[in-house]
């Protein structure tokens, strides 16, 4: 964990992760991505790692297995480091939620991915707001 997450979610990250709860990975995604460019500092994976779970499911929704399975990894491993509160973001949550996307993904195999139970889809949560984890928005 960094420094960096005990500061507030900045207003752009808000906004990224309202539109991957309402189901707008590719808008989540342009929201992020404009953030994680601007960032200079190592948060910005926490930024990167948000944004390429939503892609999973943009991709996930598109049928398209190896993006599915390539953006999980990759969004889970940018955010282990900032588990699991980081700027009032439940981190932990949104791994678990990717965890068992990738093993229904698994299960499902690259044919099946249409059968997808979307109540498996993880949605980003805030974390309950407490001193220094810089709580929900």
């Known amino acids: 964990m960094t420094d960096a997450c005990h500061e507030p979610a900045p207003p752009l990250l808000r906004r990224g992760i309202d539109q991957f709860n309402d189901g707008g990975f590719f808008d989540q995604h342009e929201t992020l991505e404009d ?3 601007a960032e200079t500092r190592p948060i910005r994976r926490l930024y990167q790692g948000i944004l390429q779970v939503g ?3 943009y991709h996930l929704r598109r049928g398209n297995h190896h993006g599915v ?3 999980i990894a990759r969004g889970t491993n940018h955010l282990r480091p900032f588990a699991p509160v ?6 932990a949550d949104l791994i ?3 965890a068992r996307v990738r093993q229904a993904v698994d299960r499902l195999g690259p044919d099946r991915l249409d059968a997808f139970d979307w109540s498996l889809a993880p949605t980003v949560k805030w974390a ?3 001193e220094g984890s810089g709580g929900p928005p």
Do not use: H, N, P, Y
């Open 128 to 130: 309950a707001s407490d």
């Open 96 to 98: 678990a939620g990717a």
């Open 35 to 37: 953030l994680w460019r």
């Open 86 to 91: 980081c700027q009032g973001v439940d981190v």
């Open 69 to 71: 399975v390539t953006m």
């Open 55 to 57: 892609i999973a499911l």
